[in-house]
């Protein structure tokens, strides 16, 4: 028997204190990007849907941002996790390289991805590609004027 209905999960990518103001990498449109995704996740947490955080985590011994341990890698006060939400630990852009993701979407059965990010360029595109190539549907935020895009 078919289901009726898909799940839907939302990812936020890299929303860390490292790309706001003193941060090691300040990020010119971190605030536009953190108000939207303040938005979607209020909106996501209404309706009791799935919400993943991923965070960057550094592991080269030369890193100058994202250093486990520090303020800077933790994940910006205005998207903080709640207890039943899932954060998963990245330490490549790709959001799927040698993390659980997959396998938690998977298991989850989450078919429909809603993404928004810090980075475009760096960890939005490697992950929506991937989302893309595995069989997710997904709508990303991609720009200033807050539009969702379906790819």
């Known amino acids: ?3 009726k209905y898909t ?15 003193k ?11 953190v108000a939207r995704a303040k938005k979607i996740l209020d909106s996501f947490r209404k309706k ?12 080269k011994k030369n890193a100058t941002h994202f250093i486990s341990g520090t303020y800077g890698a933790e994940i910006y006060e205005e998207v903080t996790p709640k207890e039943n939400e899932t954060i998963i630990v ?7 390289i ?6 938690y979407l998977k298991n989850n059965q989450i078919e429909n991805l809603t993404i928004v990010g810090m980075l475009d360029n760096m960890s939005n595109d490697p992950t929506v590609r991937t989302a893309k190539d595995l069989g997710f549907n997904v ?3 991609e720009d200033q004027k807050a539009n969702l895009s379906v790819v």
């Open 139 to 141: 709508q990303l935020w």
């Open 48 to 59: 009791r849907k799935t919400v993943i955080h991923i965070q960057h985590i550094a592991v």
């Open 1 to 3: 028997m078919k289901r």
């Open 90 to 96: 990245k330490n490549t852009p790709n959001g799927f």
């Open 98 to 103: 040698d993390t659980g993701l997959f396998e």
């Open 7 to 21: 799940k839907s999960a939302l990812l936020l990518i890299d929303i860390q204190n490292d790309y706001f103001y």
């Open 23 to 33: 941060g090691k990498m300040e990020f010119k449109g971190s605030y536009e990007v």
